[in-house]
């Protein structure tokens, strides 16, 4: 079924009100981006604090109505709840119907890590570099997943992963996500992974995409309050700068003596204060850069 699409500018003190004025309208689903993205880079919101929505200075809030909505009782409807919406930047489309997560993920391709690690979608052909038998394979379906390998903080914690010798290891996967690193980990050859994420959604999928990769017996998942107190060789936690510093003492204690860690979604610029914040525990701290973000590394001193 074809649907209407209505895109118009707001600021952002306005987009509360305009997006419950478009559901109450009829709106099936009412996204929003970044109104200054097409001149210059879109600006990254990444660490809110607790209770906050922030948003961009100016936003594009697109509305998907069914088809056949009236364009102009639509328009006078919206001005009549409110005459501050700017409706000299409103767009009409018509867009077809299509399985949209399909459609997503028909663009994501074959990505190769390190030396031997690749991630695949689940219904794309093995790559010929990856049809061998020392390649850690790792199938994901990318419309069931919080993770494919495509950004820049997950690429840097799978080549590192892919650097590490993880036979017979157990592999801390904090923040895990869609359990890309976790599997990843198994396929390198860890004989155990535990994935904690404070989303429950987040801990379905990877158990998910564990058992369909076929390391499901060997992958533990929790919440961080039913995490059992242990501590591992190797530690990764893939997530934002303001939680890797608050949780600095807790990823610390969970690194055995001797063994490393990796520590990402750090923004450039962020790194220093992570940097000094850890090397209370740690030596030889290295910090890698890729596109804006960085991964920082290092090896837990003996007790």
């Given at each position: 079924m074809p649907y209407l699409e209505l895109s118009l500018q707001c600021r952002a003190a306005d987009e509360a009100w305009l997006e419950r004025a478009l559901t109450d309208l009829g709106a099936i689903s009412v996204t929003l981006l970044d109104a200054e993205a097409e001149t210059s880079n879109e600006e990254a919101i990444l660490e809110p604090g607790v209770g906050e929505t922030p948003l961009w200075r100016t936003c594009v809030v697109t509305a998907l109505f069914e088809e056949g909505t009236p364009r102009d009782a639509l328009l006078a409807a919206?001005?009549?709840?409110?005459?501050?919406?700017?409706?000299?930047?409103?767009e009409f489309r018509d867009v077809e119907d299509q399985d949209w997560v399909r459609?997503?993920?028909?663009?994501f391709q074959p990505m190769a890590f390190g030396s031997r690690t690749w991630i695949v979608p689940w219904d794309h052909p093995l790559p010929e570099a990856?049809?061998?038998a020392e390649a850690a394979v790792v199938r994901l379906d990318p419309g069931l997943a919080f993770g494919?390998?495509?950004?820049?903080?997950?690429?840097?914690?799978?080549?590192?992963?892919?650097?590490l010798q993880l036979r017979e290891k157990t592999v801390l996967d904090f923040g895990c996500g869609s359990g890309i690193l976790a599997l990843a980990a198994l396929k390198l050859?860890?004989?155990?992974?535990?994935g904690?994420?404070?989303?429950?959604?987040a801990l379905i999928?990877?158990?998910d995409n564990a058992d369909r990769n076929g390391v499901g017996e060997q992958l533990s998942v929790f919440m961080p309050a039913d995490e059992p107190t242990g501590t591992y060789p190797?530690?990764?936690?893939?997530?934002?700068?303001?939680?890797?510093?608050?949780?600095?003492?807790?990823?610390?204690a969970r690194v055995q003596p001797g063994g490393v860690i990796a520590l990402s979604g750090i923004l450039k610029g962020q790194d220093e204060a992570l940097v000094e914040r850890y090397a209370e525990w740690f030596d030889a701290l290295e910090v890698i850069q890729r596109e804006d973000w960085v991964r920082i590394t290092g090896r837990k001193r003996a007790a």
């Open positions: 919206l001005e009549s709840i409110d005459p501050r919406v700017d409706l000299a930047t409103a459609a997503w993920m028909d663009q990856a049809d061998v494919s390998g495509t950004h820049a903080t997950t690429a840097l914690c799978l080549d590192w992963l892919d650097s050859g860890a004989a155990r992974a535990v904690v994420d404070n989303d429950p959604q999928a990877t158990r190797v530690v990764v936690a893939n997530i934002l700068a303001v939680a890797l510093e608050a949780l600095a003492e807790t990823l610390a």
